[in-house]
């Protein structure tokens, strides 16, 4: 079966140090989503992606986060420099695109930052 | 804009013991509606999902029924196991648009034997 694979599964980083984190979406998925999860509330949305274009990036902090997706395939989400309150699971998850469909998800990479 | 509100956890039952858990929603046009679970260190699972008003979802003895007059899609099992110990999030997502999923806060079931 088809999954969204994402590395590491775990990070641990110093605070103001750079992380980087890889997902890898379901083959023919055009859209591609990265969430954050921060312990005990729901995802919330940091960036999506339709190909390799930025479609939403509203809630992405932009003055220490950035996504990629330079072929519209694989996609990495940056943290730089990485803060205390960044620790938290993030997730991946991608689409066909269309309304009536679900997204299917990452097992995420859980950051702390110490 | 788009949110859903779910029961506040956690939610603690004896096992067989008859499950609900309330989500209602606020949208714009008729969204497709979702609950998701997560298991311990893991990512999302799809539970089940209803794309039209009177919908009903269904999968592993749960249920949830798309109620348009109520604005909710509360979910629902007969009988939980402890096997069902997880936390449970309903979602809702655009219907005609490409837009993300909205998820709830997230409500967590503990099952004991």
């Not at chain 2, 799809?46 to 592993?60: F, R």
Request: proline share 4%.
């Amino acid at each position: 079966e088809a999954e969204v694979a994402q590395s590491p599964r775990y990070k641990i980083t110093e605070k103001s140090q750079a992380v980087a984190f890889w997902c890898d979406p379901i083959s023919g998925h055009a859209t591609l989503y990265w969430y954050r999860q921060i312990l005990g509330q729901g995802p919330e949305l940091l960036v999506q992606f339709q190909d390799e274009s930025v479609v939403d990036d509203s809630q992405l902090p932009k003055d220490r986060f950035s996504a990629e997706r330079l072929k519209g395939v694989d996609s990495t989400l940056k943290i730089q420099p990485a803060e205390l309150g960044d620790s938290a699971m993030y997730l991946c998850a991608s689409s066909t695109g269309f309304g009536n469909t679900e997204a299917f998800f990452g097992q995420g990479t859980r950051l702390t930052v110490v | 804009g788009n949110s859903v509100t779910q029961m506040e956890g956690p939610v603690t039952l004896s096992e067989e013991a008859f499950l609900t858990i309330n989500c209602t929603y606020t949208a714009t046009g008729y969204p497709s509606l979702f609950w998701y679970v997560q298991y311990p260190g893991e990512g999302l699972q799809l539970l089940l999902k209803a794309t039209k008003a009177d919908d009903k979802g269904s999968n592993k003895g749960f249920e949830a029924t798309y109620r348009k007059e109520t604005t909710s899609f509360h979910l629902e099992k007969g009988s939980v196991q402890v096997s069902d110990s997880a936390v449970y999030f309903c979602a809702l997502r655009d219907f005609s648009g490409n837009t993300p999923l909205v998820f709830g806060k997230g409500t967590r079931l503990s099952v004991i034997a």
